[in-house]
């Protein structure tokens, strides 16, 4: 199968298009021009801005599947930190993006969105629900909300919302979680995973978005 990778220097686009290969696919790396991150050489890279139609359409060019692990990046973790990225850099993508498929083979768009996002916001605990509305991550998950938006009501999109992120090597224990409590973490090797499974067709995901946690 034919992949696109937006966000492929991220730490679960990383893994994306690790486990891509691996599974035999025919992978397209997608990096911006600050990236010093490189795929291996059984990838295609290609390089450009995210945010330019012309480029996606590039990108876009006789793949099957859109991947993305886009997302903002900070300086670093503390308080307030600066912003690399345009805060609204998620929904001007999936806008972006959207028209673009019309005139592209791809028949399916797997992103990383968050656990809390949307309707999934009922079923954080409050520690996690007060944890979302600080400044830092509030900015992020309005851009996700706002992406989400931007892509209902077409069956291609699929968000794929994980709880709190950790390194380490995959379990294959990612699925469908209830609830999303100050503990619930998952490894961003098992959401690649998850996310190539549906991909590929070797896990049946009709819906359009999914709590994704360890199970
Ligand atoms: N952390 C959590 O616990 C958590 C939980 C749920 C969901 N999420 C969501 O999951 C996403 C993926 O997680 P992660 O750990 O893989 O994130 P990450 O390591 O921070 O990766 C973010 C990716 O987005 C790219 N990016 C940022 N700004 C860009 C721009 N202006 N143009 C092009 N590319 C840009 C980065 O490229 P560069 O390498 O060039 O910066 C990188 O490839 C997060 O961004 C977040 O939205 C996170």
Redesign the pocket.
Known sequence: MRLVIF???????QKLVEQALERGHRVTAV??T??S?RPSSDARHLVG??LDPTFLREALAEQDVALS?????RASLLPGSRL???PD?VQRFTRLLRPELGGSAIRRVIW????GVGDSRARLSAPVRRLVRTANVGV?YAD?EAAEEATRGDDRWLAVR????VHGARTGRAGEVERYGLFSVIR?ADVASWMLDVADGSRDWAGDRVLLGTV
């Open positions: 966000g492929a220097s991220g730490g679960c686009g990096t911006r600050t990236s991150w801005d995210v692990a886009l997302g903002l990046r690399l990225s345009p850099l990383i969105s968050a656990g992020a996700l994980p709880v709190t992120l961003r």
